[in-house]
Every structure is written in structure tokens, then in C-alpha cells.
């Protein structure tokens, strides 16, 4: 019977589940992990209950840093092999793909153990210092992911409009001209689904996602 790291009286079982006469009165008695989910005796204090809550978010959030970087580790080691030894897992491969994409954005030292995997992903697609910014937001007013997806979101269409109201169209750019200029630009399929899944993380579309990325990257170059 081995013990697993979320809490001290959690235990893994795979053998039948025990007797009646086998359970023991609490503080004692084991919360079963019988391979589908979690049993509790009946006698649960609320405190407890509530620190198997919190140690099973963490167990979550430590389990997609892993998945990321045991991709990012078999796709340079084992390039060619990794992705047939993945279908002999029960892993989704565009899972682990978006996992992957957050953990190269977030080298091992610049993630923050006070908030979530969900967190750091919300933020990726944008600038390092970007990145660091809304975290530290995060952490000081406790945002729940769906509060930082919707402050990032704010500022990005604030930003958007604030650009075009101060870089208004001349007489020439004001004449009618073509609505859209065709751009074609050949990536590789993992590198299409970095894009994809930075796009979505932004709420926007891939097509929108490149045209910002590109105006904010020709805008940083005339600048330096």
C-alpha cells in the first residue's frame, strides 16, 4: 500500500477495498484512492477536507509543469521516437503540446509557486516582462484565472484602441486602398500549434494573434 504525496493519510489501493472490521476510527482511517477518485471515511473534519483540496490543486498544477517538460525533454532526446512512445500512453498529445508551449515560455526559474499552471498560461503568448507584470498582479490581488484572462484581455483592446487613436490615418492612408494584404509565411507543425494555442490563451484568432505579434515586434525594432 503506497503513500501518495498529496496528504499523510491518503493511500493508493489496488487491491479489494477493506472490511468494515479492517477500517480504523479516525484521526486513523485512510481516504482510499482506488484508481478512479478518492473515498472519505465519514468523519471528515472540515479542515482537513479543505487541505486535501488545496494539495490536490497543487498535485495539478505541478502535474502540467511536469507533462510540459517531459515533452520538451523527449522532443530534443528522443526526436522521431517521442510522439509513436506518447500514443502508448493515455495522453492527449495536443494536451501535452499546449503544456509544453507554457513551460518553454516559463523557464524553471521564472515560475511562481503562489500561483497556478492555469495562471502562467494565461500570460505566455505575451512579453517577459508582460508575463511578470500580470503574475505579480495575481499574486497581490489573489485573481482567480478567469479574473486575470479578463484583465489582460481589458488592457490588450484598451492598448489596441489607445495605438489607433494616436497614430490616426493620413490623407494618402485615409483613400480607399486594399482591405487586407495576403501574407504567407511557412512554419512547422509544432510551431502552428504554438500559435494556435497562443492565440487562444489571448482570446483571439490566429490570424489576429500574428498581426498583433507582428505590429508589436516592428514597432519594438523602429524603436531600438
Same mark, same amino acid.
Given at each position: ?9 491518503v493511500v493508493e489501493r489496488s487491491a479489494p477495498m477493506p472490511s468494515a472490521r479492517s477500517v480504523r476510527a479516525w484521526p486513523d482511517d485512510p481516504i482510499v484512492v482506488p484508481g478512479r477518485g478518492l473515498q ?26 511536469? !507533462? ?47 500561483? #497556478? ?42 492598448? !489596441? ?26 512554419? #512547422? ?36
Amino acid at each position: 500500500m503506497a503513500r501518495l504525496p498529496l496528504a499523510q493519510n491518503v493511500v493508493e489501493r489496488s487491491a479489494p477495498m477493506p472490511s468494515a472490521r479492517s477500517v480504523r476510527a479516525w484521526p486513523d482511517d485512510p481516504i482510499v484512492v482506488p484508481g478512479r477518485g478518492l473515498q472519505f471515511p465519514q468523519q471528515l473534519p472540515f479542515q482537513r477536507w479543505l487541505s486535501i483540496g488545496r494539495q490536490l490543486s497543487e498535485v495539478c498544477t505541478s502535474s502540467a509543469w511536469c !507533462l510540459g517538460d517531459w515533452l520538451i525533454f523527449g522532443e530534443t532526446r528522443y526526436n522521431g521516437r517521442y510522439r509513436d512512445a506518447i500514443e502508448q500512453t493515455s495522453l492527449d498529445y495536443q494536451t501535452l503540446r499546449n503544456y509544453a508551449w507554457v513551460a518553454r515560455r516559463f523557464p524553471f526559474p521564472r515560475r511562481r509557486g503562489a500561483v #497556478s499552471f492555469g495562471h502562467h498560461a494565461e500570460v505566455a503568448a505575451l512579453p517577459d516582462a508582460e508575463q511578470d507584470f500580470w503574475l505579480r498582479k495575481t499574486e497581490e490581488f489573489g485573481w482567480s484565472v478567469k479574473q486575470l484572462r479578463y484583465e489582460v484581455r481589458a488592457s490588450l483592446k484598451e492598448r !489596441l484602441v489607445s495605438d489607433d487613436s494616436q497614430n490616426p490615418p493620413d490623407a494618402d492612408e485615409r483613400q480607399p486602398r486594399p482591405s487586407a494584404v495576403r501574407l504567407s509565411i511557412n512554419v #512547422s507543425s509544432s510551431q502552428l500549434d504554438d500559435c494556435r494555442a497562443a492565440a487562444q490563451r489571448a482570446g483571439l484568432s490566429v490570424d489576429e494573434w500574428i498581426v498583433l505579434v507582428l505590429k508589436q515586434a516592428a514597432r519594438r525594432a523602429l524603436v531600438s
